[in-house]
Each structure stands twice: as C-alpha cells, then as structure tokens.
C-alpha cells in the first residue's frame, strides 16, 4: 500500500465525504439555477434590446456587460459554495430589475423628445397654438431633449434624479397641453411607445412621412408670412454679415492709422491683422479711447500721397491717399531714431525729406541703383580687358 493511500485510509471519514457530497450538490444545483437565469436574461435581451436600434444605448451596453461578467465569473468560481451562488443569483436578480428600472425612466425620457420635437412641426402647420404657446412649447422641448442628451453621455445615470425628472415633466406638459386641446396625439403615441415599441416606430415613420408630404404641398403655395419670414431671414444675416464686415474694416483702419510711422508695407499688414483679429483688438482700442490715446484717422489704408487729377483717379486714391503732417512726420522721425539706435548709429531728423516723396521714389531709387550698379560692372570689366594682356606678357617674360 502506498504512503497516499495508507494516509487516506487513516483520515478517511464516512460522514465527512458524505457531507461534502451534499454540499457540493446543493451547490451544482444553486449553479444551475445561476445558469438557468442566465440563458433565459440573455434570450429576453437578444429577443426584446440587442437587435432594437430605439432602445437606449445605456441599456442596451449594461445588459451586455451584465451579461459577459456573470459567464466569466462562472467559469472562474466552479467550486463555490452553495452560499455563494445564492449570493450571486440575489445580486444578478437586484443588478438586473435595477437595469429594467433605469431603461423604463431612460426610454420614456427619450421617446418625450422625439414625441414634443415631432409635435412642434404639428403645430407649426396645423395652426394650433399661437406664437407664444408655440414657444413656450418648444421650451419644454427643449428642457426634456437637454436632459435625454445628459442622460446618454452617463455610465450610470441617476435613478432618482429620472424618476423625479419624468414625474415633474409629464405634469408640468399635462397641464400645459390639455386646456389646449393638443394632449391626446402626443399621449396616444407616447402610450404606444411604452406598450409597444415596434408599432411606435412604425406609426412615428408613417407620421412623418404624412406630415412631409403635408409640408411640400404647402410649401407649393404662396405664403405672405412665409415670404416674410424668410425675407426678413436673410435680410437679417445679409445685414449681419455687412456690420460684422464694417466692424473689422475699422478695426483694420484703426490699426493702420496707428502705424503712420511706418513704412506702407507695415501698415498694409497692421490693416489685415487688425481685420483678422477685430474681435479681440477691439478692447485694446476700447482702452486707448477712454485713455484719450486713440490713433489720429488720416484714411482708410493711409500708404500714399498722390493727387491725383481726375474725378475717377481721385475716387480710386480716396481710400488710400492721406496728406503728411506734423504727427505722421513726429512718428516716423521716432521710428527711425530707434531704429538707428539699435544698430548703433545715429539719425539726423533734417534729413528727412517728404514722407510721400520717400515712398513715391522708392521704385525710382531702385531703377538708378540698378544703372549705377551696370555702370560700374562695365567699368570694371573694360579695365580687366585692358589690363589682361599684360599680366599675360609678365607672365611669358617670368
């Protein structure tokens, strides 16, 4: 007999093995149990949630989480005790009826904001509410559409904070839509929904589809309001657009203006930053008004001082051409002195000519330097040609 067996013969226990037979049936069987509810909560969620695309996502996400977690703590957990099935089994059945609870709360909450945003539509076409009530209704629209957009981006919403949310809302509709007849359609389809969600979305396609047809037909006749309505639409954006347009042009000419000691290149580009960023150098020259140091406005784009002769020349020029005076020729002496300074040279102010002359002559300048530049090339070109061939009879008499 080996020493294993010699051991076992020793220890072994009649009633102890024949208990632990007990236990361990009475745990296979809560196990099954387990099981057994499993399979059929995995059967109601693929027959009634998983394939259904009008479910909310919450549900359908926790009832497969649900799912997955209880068969892994199954596969991992085969030789629990009969108390610790049991245990599982009551916290998957709570687990589960507080998932049915939520989803009751979550869908009714959701069908509310597809019911109220369908109806306005109602409304508006058939005539049924006044302006006022029509807008006091798309207000309650709104509130339940906000409140199902928080609700979809939870993990775990607040089962409280639903029950309190739906129990106000429907009341505060209810009273709101039956003095004015308008509270059966809406109550009719929102029953339809909870009691039979298929034949909801069913009705729901086919009143829309109704409800658009009643709206091309109606959109095919002439309305004054409607004319109106969409008149006064763009009215207002064309409008909105040109204010917008003119708020960046001055804010543009602002900038320009305050950059008169600069050259025109530097002020062109102060023009088109300051139109970019109107929004926010907006304050900066908020500020420079109330401190009395706003920018003196010379033109729109100041970066000439041609005259010009003719009626359309002077049109043209207007925008740009400014006339130097003292305050332009004050910026552009400091522009220029600090400038100098930071190379470590010196300006002298009366050299300075006319700022218009300076900038009217800078293509001028330009062509002279070119020629002079020429010149010199052939200068210098003549005098090595000359002196080429004698270097070369130095170099043979070497």
């Given at each position: 007999?080996?020493?294993?067996?010699?051991?076992?013969?020793?220890?072994?226990?009649?009633?102890?093995?024949?208990?632990?037979?007990?236990?361990?049936?009475?745990?296979?069987?809560?196990?099954?149990?387990?099981?057994?509810?499993?399979?059929?909560?995995?059967?109601?969620?693929?027959?009634?949630?998983?394939?259904?695309?009008?479910?909310?996502?919450?549900?359908?996400?926790?009832?497969?989480?649900?799912?997955?977690?209880?068969?892994?703590?199954?596969?991992?957990?085969?030789?629990?005790?009969?108390?610790?099935?049991?245990?599982?089994?009551?916290?998957?059945?709570?687990?589960?009826?507080?998932?049915?609870?939520?989803?009751?709360?979550?869908?009714?909450?959701?069908?509310?904001?597809?019911?109220?945003?369908?109806?306005?539509?109602?409304?508006?076409?058939?005539?049924?509410?006044?302006?006022?009530?029509?807008?006091?209704?798309?207000?309650?629209?709104?509130?339940?559409?906000?409140?199902?957009?928080?609700?979809?981006?939870?993990t775990d919403p607040d089962f409280a904070e639903m029950k309190i949310f739906a129990a106000q809302f429907t009341k505060k509709v209810e009273d709101?839509?039956?003095?004015?007849?308008?509270?059966?359609?809406?109550?009719?389809?929102?029953?339809?929904?909870?009691?039979?969600?298929?034949?909801?979305?069913?009705?729901?396609?086919?009143?829309?589809?109704?409800?658009?047809?009643?709206?091309?037909?109606?959109?095919?006749?002439?309305?004054?309001?409607?004319?109106?309505?969409?008149?006064?639409?763009?009215?207002?954006?064309?409008?909105?657009?040109?204010?917008?347009?003119?708020?960046?042009?001055?804010?543009?000419?602002?900038a320009a203006n305050q950059a008169i000691g600069r050259e025109p290149k530097y002020r062109i580009l102060y023009f088109i930053y300051g139109a970019?960023?109107?929004?926010?150098?907006?304050?900066?020259?908020?500020?420079?008004?109330?401190?009395?140091?706003?920018?003196?406005?010379?033109?729109?784009?100041?970066?000439?001082?041609?005259?010009?002769?003719?009626?359309?020349?002077?049109?043209?020029?207007?925008?740009?051409?400014?006339?130097?005076?003292?305050?332009?020729?004050?910026?552009?002496?400091?522009?220029?002195?600090?400038?100098?300074?930071?190379?470590?040279?010196?300006?002298?102010?009366?050299?300075?000519?006319?700022?218009?002359?300076?900038?009217?002559?800078?293509?001028?300048?330009?062509?002279?330097?070119?020629?002079?530049?020429?010149?010199?090339?052939?200068?210098?070109?003549?005098?090595?040609?000359?002196?080429?061939?004698?270097?070369?009879?130095?170099?043979?008499?070497?």
């Amino acid at each position: 007999m080996s020493l294993t067996d010699s051991l076992r013969s020793a220890t072994y226990n009649p009633e102890a093995e024949k208990q632990m037979q007990v236990e361990r049936e009475k745990a296979e069987k809560v196990r099954q149990e387990i099981q057994k509810w499993l399979d059929d909560y995995t059967k109601a969620y693929l027959d009634n949630f998983a394939s259904k695309s009008y479910w909310p996502k919450w549900t359908l996400t926790t009832m497969d989480k649900l799912i997955k977690d209880t068969n892994k703590w199954l596969s991992s957990n085969s030789k629990a005790t009969e108390v610790e099935y049991k245990a599982k089994l009551d916290a998957l059945r709570k687990e589960a009826q507080s998932i049915l609870e939520k989803n009751i709360y979550l869908f009714s909450i959701s069908c509310y904001a597809k019911v109220m945003k369908f109806m306005i539509g109602e409304f508006e076409r058939k005539k049924l509410l006044n302006a006022k009530e029509r807008a006091q209704y798309k207000e309650y629209a709104d509130e339940v559409e906000a409140f199902n957009t928080k609700l979809s981006k939870q993990t775990d919403p607040d089962f409280a904070e639903m029950k309190i949310f739906a129990a106000q809302f429907t009341k505060k509709v209810e009273d709101f839509s039956k003095p004015r007849g308008i509270w059966d359609q809406q109550d009719t389809l929102l029953r339809t929904a909870f009691f039979n969600p298929e034949k909801f979305e069913a009705d729901f396609k086919t009143l829309e589809t109704q409800a658009e047809a009643a709206q091309a037909v109606e959109d095919k006749k002439f309305s004054f309001q409607r004319f109106t309505k969409k008149v006064t639409g763009t009215a207002g954006s064309v409008i909105g657009s040109l204010l917008y347009l003119t708020f960046c042009l001055v804010i543009g000419m602002m900038a320009a203006n305050q950059a008169i000691g600069r050259e025109p290149k530097y002020r062109i580009l102060y023009f088109i930053y300051g139109a970019i960023f109107a929004p926010f150098l907006v304050f900066y020259y908020i500020y420079l008004w109330f401190n009395d140091k706003s920018p003196k406005i010379y033109t729109m784009l100041p970066i000439t001082q041609m005259k010009a002769e003719t009626t359309i020349g002077k049109f043209l020029l207007f925008p740009f051409a400014y006339t130097e005076d003292k305050t332009a020729r004050d910026l552009m002496v400091e522009f220029l002195t600090e400038s100098a300074e930071m190379v470590g040279k010196k300006f002298d102010p009366k050299s300075l000519g006319s700022l218009g002359q300076q900038v009217e002559t800078i293509t001028e300048n330009l062509k002279n330097l070119a020629a002079d530049t020429k010149e010199a090339v052939e200068e210098t070109a003549k005098a090595a040609e000359q002196a080429l061939p004698k270097l070369n009879a130095l170099r043979v008499n070497a």
